[in-house]
Structure formats: structure tokens, C-alpha cells
């Protein structure tokens, strides 16, 4: 073979195997990313079927339920626009408190309730998710708004 047929194949080869490579961490970034959705839109049906997802807000004031023989903990999640019923199998942060900050990831089910595999709460007084906040934010104008009107 020719040098010049060497280089070619080289370059050729090079190409192909960065475009594997390429292509390898797209669908791996793909099948990782996931997206924060807030009550209101999981509602407006704007959160994926059968995907996981993270919804967050507050955990709504009285609707922590715990059962006695399991780990399983049924709580709520608003936005002071909407609630959205969540499922949790597990232990929970030491900071989940009623009317806190939380972000649950997981999927809804077809009967409409969040099932979480994963519960993250606030980390002190003054944080809260910025996804989080700007969720409770944009409802509490979408709720002025409907009032003025």
C-alpha cells in the first residue's frame, strides 16, 4: 500500500472512531438527563408517561402519611397552585418537614400519583431548589392573575 493509502485509511479510520465515540456519549447523556417539573405542569399533562422525572415544591401542609410496617411514606407536593400526590418507598432526609421545600425524582403512574425513587429535601432555612422556587414562583403569579381577572 502507498503512504498516501496509509494516511487515508488512518484518517478514515480516526473519523469513524470518533463518531462512535460521539455518538456513544449522546445516547448515554440522552438516557441520564432529567428534567424538573413543577405540580401545575405535571397536571397540564406537560411531564413525560412513563419517564423519570423530578417534580418539586412544598410538601403540603397535613398530607404526610407513614406506614406502620413499612418504609413507605405517602405525602403530598404544591405549589400553591397544584398537588400532586407522591409515593415513597424508603428513607427519608432528615430535613423532610411539612410545608419545607422538597424535590422528588421518579415517575406518575397511570392512576395519577407520583412514585419516587429518590426524595431530596432543603439543606437549611434559606435554601430552596432554584428549580423549586421559580416553580412557586411563576404559580403564585398564574394564581394572581386568574384573581384579577
Known amino acids: 500500500m502507498k503512504p498516501r493509502h496509509k494516511k487515508l485509511v488512518i484518517i478514515a479510520s480516526a473519523v469513524t472512531a470518533l463518531g462512535v465515540a460521539s455518538i456513544l456519549v449522546l445516547n448515554a447523556f ?4 432529567v428534567f ?29 402519611q407513614r406506614d406502620d410496617r413499612s418504609t413507605t411514606v405517602r405525602f403530598a407536593v404544591t405549589d400553591t397552585a397544584q398537588t400532586i400526590p407522591v ?46 422556587a421559580e416553580a412557586l414562583e411563576q404559580a403564585a403569579k398564574a394564581q394572581k392573575a386568574s384573581l384579577v381577572q
Do not use: C, W
Not at 47 to 64: D, H, M, N, Q, T
Open 87 to 132: 409515593v415513597y418507598t424508603g428513607i427519608l432526609p432528615d430535613l423532610f418537614r411539612e410545608g419545607k421545600g422538597v424535590v422528588a425524582q421518579g415517575k406518575i403512574s397511570a392512576n395519577g400519583i407520583f412514585e419516587a425513587d429518590e426524595v431530596l429535601a432543603k439543606h437549611d432555612e434559606n435554601y430552596m431548589p432554584p428549580e423549586a
Open 36 to 64: 424538573f417539573f413543577s405540580p401545575s405542569q405535571v397536571i397540564a399533562k406537560e411531564a413525560p408517561i412513563g419517564k423519570s422525572f423530578r417534580i418539586g415544591g412544598l410538601v403540603a401542609e397535613g398530607s404526610v
Open 30 to 33: 440522552q438516557s441520564n438527563l
